[in-house]
T-cell receptor, first 111, second 114 residues
Framework: GENVEQHPSTLSVQEGDSAVIKCTYSDSASNYFPWYKQELGKGPQLIIDIRSNVGEKKDQRIAVTLNKTAKHFSLHITETQPEDSAVYFCAAYTGFQKLVFGTGTRLLVSP | DTAVSQTPKYLVTQMGNDKSIKCEQNLGHDTMYWYKQDSKKFLKIMFSYNNKELIINETVPNRFSPKSPDKAHLNLHINSLELGDSAVYFC?????????????FGPGTRLLVL
């Protein structure tokens, strides 16, 4: 089955810096890669996603890149703000019609 | 208005008890899910239902029994609770359960088994 690895597990940055979170997946049939943000005490919320026919997608300060050959995708957050502090999850939609999540990255943005 | 809601938000109970968690979505979606998030934040699917029909059952112990009375509701009943069942349980929904659809998560139910 699909396996999604996510790195780093924790990431501390200063406000205004960029943050990058990387994920790799194993199932070449996976074709949809969403990113979720989970704030303390809340459920995961979709922040951006990318489909397998696209290499990059951007939405204001966040962007996601996908390399299907290497089976990895990354989340880039620019000009980080304290409210970006949360746990971020990557996920891959597999050929078995389910989302498999990465292990999460705890991002801390210090003012 | 809350799109995906769960009750209760917190649940503390003794080992061996039976408990239920309820989920409701007002998005008009056909597909609903239950996920378990353990103490290390690992999020894993347990079940999915499409129009009240079970689609995914991820080798979950049969002490866990989902029930979908209609497509807007998906409840989770747990028998004979064990310490290892302590986790946060999230309900989610998506429009049709089709590939590449966004899944919308509820706020979670924090279950603690003593």
């Amino acid at each position: 089955g699909e396996n999604v690895e996510q790195h780093p597990s924790t990431l501390s940055v200063q406000e205004g810096d960029s943050a990058v979170i990387k994920c790799t997946y194993s199932d070449s049939a996976s074709n949809y890669f969403p990113w979720y943000k989970q704030e303390l005490g809340k459920g995961p919320q979709l922040i951006i996603d990318i489909r397998s026919n696209v290499g990059e997608k951007k939405d204001q300060r966040i962007a996601v890149t996908l390399n299907k050959t290497a089976k990895h995708f990354s989340l880039h957050i620019t000009e980080t703000q304290p409210e970006d502090s949360a746990v971020y999850f990557c996920a891959a939609y597999t050929g078995f019609q389910k989302l498999v999540f990465g292990t999460g990255t705890r991002l801390l943005v210090s003012p | 208005d809350t799109a995906v809601s769960q009750t209760p938000k917190y649940l503390v109970t003794q080992m061996g008890n039976d408990k239920s968690i309820k989920c409701e979505q007002n998005l008009g979606h056909d597909t609903m899910y239950w996920y378990k998030q353990d103490s290390k934040k690992f999020l894993k699917i347990m079940f999915s239902y499409n129009n009240k029909e079970l689609i995914i059952n991820e080798t979950v112990p049969n002490r866990f029994s989902p029930k979908s009375p209609d497509k807007a509701h998906l409840n989770l009943h747990i028998n004979s609770l064990e310490l290892g069942d302590s986790a946060v349980y999230f309900c989610a929904s998506s429009p049709r359960g089709a590939p590449q659809e966004t899944q919308y998560f509820g706020p979670g139910t924090r279950l603690l088994v003593l």
